[in-house]
């Protein structure tokens, strides 16, 4: 489900590439029409897949990602293969970001977890791209910061807060990032991001549901009741909304 564009936006949420999709990450939306017309002929709309790699950890970053529309984790990984989410990307942001940095490789692997589409961009094009794009690097800048310490809330998150608490926040932030109450998730994709057994999400889903708080079915959460979602959800999510507005309102 795509995210309907704000009417305060009307002007950037017109943008669309060069085949007429509809541009809705807002990092593209808000940069001055002449830096969106420098990085448009670079774009390549693309289509994301539920379990799709964008890239691993240590892989050589190639491309990197302007979500469009669905939702993309960021996995720390193991050496024994376990996984846990440090981050998650929806339309607000993109996949890539050490690459602004002057890095070429990535920490974290980056998985299509709700299938959507992407604005893609090779490594080389985006680094010419932003020696002539200011206010691109420096939102790209702002957001890889946004994503930092959503990594440092999420890792005491996983650390001090029970997992029904925990489930909420994810169920939130998840759906912030794709404009939807309804997410097409299994309980065995969310245990893995949240760094949990099966079993634990199962147990905590329920408490959820019982409350009339979501609705779950096989391969489907919907939240039913998103205000008290909220005060089930730990602190965090308040946490990471709130720093989130005050770095946004100071880069007005």
């Known amino acids: 489900m795509n995210p309907k564009p704000s009417s305060k936006r009307s002007q950037?949420?017109?943008?669309?590439?060069?085949?007429g999709n509809p541009i809705y990450n807002e990092i593209l939306r808000d940069i001055p029409r002449n830096e969106f017309e420098i990085v448009l002929p670079r774009l390549e709309f693309v289509r994301m897949q539920p379990r799709q790699v964008l890239h691993d950890a240590g892989d050589i970053l190639k491309s990197a990602y302007f979500c469009n529309t669905g939702l993309i984790s960021?996995?720390?990984v193991l050496s024994d293969g376990k996984t846990?989410?440090?981050?998650?990307v929806g339309k607000e942001g993109m996949v890539g970001l050490p690459l602004i940095a002057g890095f070429r490789t990535s920490a974290t692997r980056a998985v299509v977890q709700i299938e959507g589409t992407a604005l893609r961009v090779d490594s080389e094009a985006l680094a010419v791209v932003?020696?002539?794009?200011?206010?691109?690097?420096r939102k790209l800048q702002q957001f890889s910061q946004?994503?930092?310490?959503?990594?440092?809330?999420?890792?005491?998150?996983?650390?001090?807060?029970?997992?029904?608490?925990?489930?909420?926040r994810w169920l939130l932030m998840s759906a912030d990032r794709v404009s939807t109450s309804s997410l097409g998730l299994t309980q065995e994709v969310i245990g893995q991001m949240l760094g949990t057994r099966r079993?634990?999400?199962?147990?905590?889903?329920?408490?959820?549901?019982?409350a009339g708080l979501i609705a779950y079915t096989r391969g489907d959460v919907k939240i039913v009741q998103r205000a008290k979602l909220e005060q089930a959800a730990c602190?965090?999510?308040?946490l990471?909304?709130?720093?989130?507005?005050?770095?946004?309102?100071q880069s007005n």
Do not use: F
């Open 74 to 76: 960021m996995l720390s």
């Open 146 to 168: 946004i994503l930092a310490m959503q990594a440092t809330q999420i890792a005491a998150c996983n650390r001090l807060h029970e997992v029904e608490e925990r489930l909420a």
């Open 130 to 137: 932003l020696r002539q794009c200011p206010a691109l690097e």
């Open 240 to 249: 990471m909304q709130q720093q989130t507005e005050v770095w946004k309102s």
């Open 235 to 238: 602190e965090c999510y308040r």
């Open 199 to 210: 079993s634990s999400v199962t147990v905590a889903a329920g408490i959820l549901q019982k």
């Open 12 to 19: 950037s949420s017109a943008r669309a590439d060069g085949a």
């Open 84 to 88: 846990v989410e440090v981050g998650l």
